[in-house]
């Protein structure tokens, strides 16, 4: 047996385990809303030694459920990198183990040049390299006075958070 088949023989018979993924001293959880919703922030799956974080749609929220930075497209982008950023350290990653994006602009012809400039300067702050796959769609938000929502997938081995 080869050893990708070997690979897949132990990815196809090894448990799966998941669970939420959160961290509120940046994001409270869906549930604590005024009307509550019914998502977790993150789910992190485990399986056979490579761990994957899928995160949830995540936007300029703020540790008490409000949107924060109302109007300012840069800087509700910015508070949505460091919401995911937070979700990824809490589970014991960075951006560089994003392998994957979804990007949702409110008016993708109006801010799109400032969504790229941002997002280029934060990978740079990063030193993301590769980057990540990313797709950028215009969107209508949950909440109307939102303008991005970026959901995100990363992968990494366990044993580089210590689980």
Known sequence: MSA?????EAIAHAPVEKRAVTNREVLNEAFAYAKPSSFSRGMRIDLNGLTILLISGTASIDENGNSV???DFRAQMRRTLSNISGLLASEG???HDIVRTTCYLRDIERDYEAFNEERTAFY?????????ASTGIQAILCRPELLIEIEAIAMFRAEKSGS
Not at 4 to 8: S, T, Y
């Open 4 to 8: 990708f088949a070997e690979i897949l």
């Open 69 to 71: 930075h109302i109007g």
């Open 93 to 95: 990653c960075t951006w």
């Open 124 to 132: 740079k702050e990063q030193g993301v390299d590769p980057l990540p």
